[in-house]
């Protein structure tokens, strides 16, 4: 299996999204940033948006090799929240 390359592109609509190179498929992630946050950011939003996927990929990273895989399988037939409160 061949490596994949992505890259992070500026959707028309205004958002972000993390994206494989060579597929035009729905994006892995995508961020909104409200108008009252791109003011607050003056311009800065793609700088934030990157090191929000940045930090994303390297939690990943670090939780991956703790996750019994096994267990989630089960947990995934339970009803989930449509929102997750942080």
């Not at 390359?5 to 494989?20: C, K, P, T």
């Not at 003011?39 to 996750?67: F, L, Q, S, T, W």
Request: glycine share 4%; proline share 5%; net charge negative.
């Amino acid at each position: 299996m061949s490596p994949s390359f992505f890259e992070i592109v500026q959707l028309s609509n205004g958002d972000y999204a993390l994206r494989r190179i060579d597929d035009d498929s729905a994006p892995l992630v995508k961020i909104s940033f409200s108008e009252e946050a791109r003011e607050m950011m003056e311009d800065r939003d793609m700088n934030v948006a990157k090191a929000m996927i940045a930090a994303g990929i390297e939690a990943v990273g670090n939780v991956a090799h703790d996750i019994d895989w096994e267990d989630d399988e089960l947990e995934a037939t339970e009803p989930q929240p449509s929102y997750t409160l942080h």
